[in-house]
């Protein structure tokens, strides 16, 4: 499950989804992925900011239209699966099995969304920052608004790969190396468990986690930035 905290702007542009106003303050889902989204205007052109909260990985949407905000929540699923599939391949391609696991990862994870109005001061600084990027490329460095996912996520490999620093953790790390391990281990978690249900059932009783109306596992993304 992704649960959204949206910025008030945003929060009008999504108005046709189900977006709870007064969210309940405390402890958040733990079975759910946390993502904060905000909106922002370029070149005249409406873009939205998409971060996850642990490991502050990065998503940008540009040059959204009326269809694209009413589709948000098919648009981001789309995203999260393609960009999920290239960050885990950046230093050797994963074996076909593992590809297939992941796109059904990311699908299950994806496929229950829930919408709220929030903020977090951290998670905002970090997409001010994220903000700040894009606009001195556009803007200043005269390169065009990526509009289209290839472009998003070329953008984000730069973005991604930017040392972050919040209060919970005393050493920075590196989002995109961060978000690529939670994938990975979410690809070893279900592999260890089928195994081990193979093991104790034999192989006609295994069921993966992605089937049968199994539960992702959350899996904690911050972890000491590889060496």
């Not at 699908?107 to 829930?114: A, L, T």
């Not at 592999?191 to 992702?216: C, F, H, I, W, Y």
């Amino acid at each position: 499950m992704i649960q959204f905290y949206l910025s008030k702007d945003l929060a009008k542009d999504l108005a046709s989804l189900p977006i709870e106003k007064n969210p309940p303050q405390g402890e958040a889902d733990t079975g759910a992925v946390i993502w904060y989204a905000h909106r922002v205007t370029i070149m005249r052109r409406k873009c939205i900011i998409a971060m996850e909260l642990q490991s502050r990985y990065t998503m940008v949407f540009c040059g959204l239209t009326k269809p694209d905000f009413h589709n948000f929540a098919q648009l981001f699923g789309q995203r999260l699966l393609q960009e999920a599939c290239v960050i885990t391949q950046l230093q050797e391609p994963l074996p076909d099995a593992d590809v297939q696991l992941l796109c059904e990862l990311a699908n299950e994870v994806s496929m229950e969304q829930s919408f709220a109005c929030h903020s977090d001061r951290s998670v905002q600084s970090h997409i001010n920052q994220v903000k700040e990027h894009l606009e001195d490329l556009v803007l200043r460095g005269g390169y065009p608004l990526p509009e289209s996912p290839d472009d998003s996520m070329r953008f984000g490999l730069i973005a991604n790969d930017m040392l972050r620093k919040t209060k919970n953790h005393k050493d920075y790390f590196v989002p995109l190396e961060v978000y690529a391990d939670f994938w990975l281990g979410m690809i070893r978690h279900v592999k260890e468990r089928v195994g081990s249900s193979m093991l104790d059932e034999g192989p006609e009783g295994a069921v993966s986690d992605t089937q049968g109306g199994g539960k992702v596992i959350a899996v904690d993304f911050v972890k000491r930035r590889r060496k």
